[in-house]
């Protein structure tokens, strides 16, 4: 496995390391890209495989979904997560972000308000607002360790204008696996406020040994009725940059809107996008994932240590993701003199947390998907940043 051999990935168009010096003035030269949410290391093999064949062939003409493809996202889903899925069920986005503005393209309209839980993934936001819609920001409770859902709360927020929910599951920043209980409290809220639940669950495959992820069609099967589920091998495999998703929507109305939107766009996914994902939703890519995990474990223990013996700093423990959620609230430091630190100091991109909405102000988010020697030098650097606190 591959995930500790380093690649240098400066000057290859990652967004993570080539745009860190604009968006965080940290140097590539020596500085550690751990912000956006992408791996550095090479993909499995098998999608590797998939994807020289068809360079080697050559031929880019138009290309279709096919059966196979179709049916290696059934097959993943039935394997990895017990959840039963029909192929037709299936369409193709370009990446979640792409799915998540069609949704709000296709569900909302101007003036329309749609639910977030906060701390969360700030492209919700953003996607919300950039739409002309409002966003109804509800914030999540932070319980020691984890967060949990307050929906009496949540419903006195509500303006009444609201269509949909945007839910992040596994939750991005702070990596938490939602029960099935909150997944039925949460698809409740939902039918009673007659809102269309758009389920991300782009994290669920990366779950950390001793924890299991529902996905909310196995937890809340009659919100089927009204859940649109994201998924993709984006994260799972570090092809993000193939820009394909999907969204799998068993509800025929809903999905049939859907499809009409898609058709009006002339969307069609890329041939290789297809094709890798193909390959990725296999036995070999689930081996590849396993490993992945433990490695990640490793990754996520050290950081965890390291960060943590600096007096102040605290790093959630992870459930899920690679992304560490890391409050410098206990140092007592402003939000700009701690950024400074890891920014200036520690020469290290990390993504802000006051972009993830209300709660997220003490935090930074570090990206662990990465080589065991990276992570030892990010420990490294950041003791060394704060040492004047130990
Ligand atoms: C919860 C969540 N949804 C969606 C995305 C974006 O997905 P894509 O790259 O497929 O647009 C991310 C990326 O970090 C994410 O964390």
Redesign the pocket.
């Known amino acids: 496995m591959t995930f500790n051999t380093p690649i240098d990935r400066r000057g290859t168009l990652s967004t993570k390391w080539d745009l860190m010096e604009k968006l965080y003035g940290v140097s590539p030269d020596d500085g550690l890209a751990m912000w ?3 791996c550095d290391y090479q993909t499995a093999p098998c999608v590797r495989d998939a994807l020289q064949r068809a360079v080697d062939h050559g031929a880019f003409g138009y290309s279709w979904q096919d059966e196979t493809y179709l049916g290696a996202i059934q097959w993943w889903m039935q394997t990895r997560h017990n959840w039963p899925i029909e192929t037709d069920w299936i369409l193709t ?8 503005a069609l949704c709000l393209d296709v569900w909302t309209d101007p003036g329309d308000a749609v639910v977030i839980f906060s701390p ?2 700030h ?2 936001a953003n996607k919300i607002k950039n739409a002309g819609r409002a966003v109804t920001e509800c914030p999540l409770v932070r319980d020691g360790d984890t967060y949990t859902l307050d929906l009496d709360d949540a419903q006195a927020r509500l303006t009444g204008k609201e269509k949909l929910l945007i839910w ?1 599951s596994p ?2 920043p702070s990596g938490r696996i939602w029960t099935a209980g909150e997944l039925r409290a949460l698809a409740d809220f939902a039918r009673k406020n007659g809102l269309i639940i758009v389920s ?1 669950e ?2 669920h495959d990366l779950i950390m040994p001793g924890n299991t992820f529902t996905p909310m069609a196995v937890a809340a099967p009659d919100a089927q009725d009204r859940t649109v589920y ?1 998924t ?1 091998a ?2 799972t495999f570090n092809i ?1 940059g193939q ?3 999907n969204m799998i929507i068993p509800d025929e109305t809903l999905r049939s809107a859907m499809r009409a939107r898609l058709k009006t766009i002339d969307y069609n996914p890329s041939a290789l996008g297809v094709r890798m994902v193909t390959a990725a939703y296999s036995a070999p890519g689930a081996t590849w994932v396993d490993a992945q995990v433990a490695h990640l474990q490793g990754n996520r223990d050290l950081f965890d240590a390291g960060v943590n013996a600096i007096p102040g700093v605290h790093s959630l423990p992870l459930q899920s ?1 690679y ?1 560490a959620w890391v409050d410098f609230a206990g140092t007592g430091m402003t939000r700009e003199d701690f950024t400074a630190r890891v920014e200036r100091t520690a020469k290290i991109a990390a993504s802000h947390g006051n972009g993830f909405g209300a709660g997220g102000e003490t935090f930074l988010r570090f990206n662990l998907g990465t080589s065991r020697s990276v992570i030892e030098d990010a420990v490294a650097r950041l003791q060394d940043a704060f040492g004047d606190l130990q």
Do not use: P
């Open positions: 956006t949410a992408d986005t370009q990446g979640l972000g792409n799915g998540i969360v993934y492209e919700f992040c939750q991005n991300d782009v994290h994201l993709a984006s994260k993000a820009r394909t998703g993701t992304l």
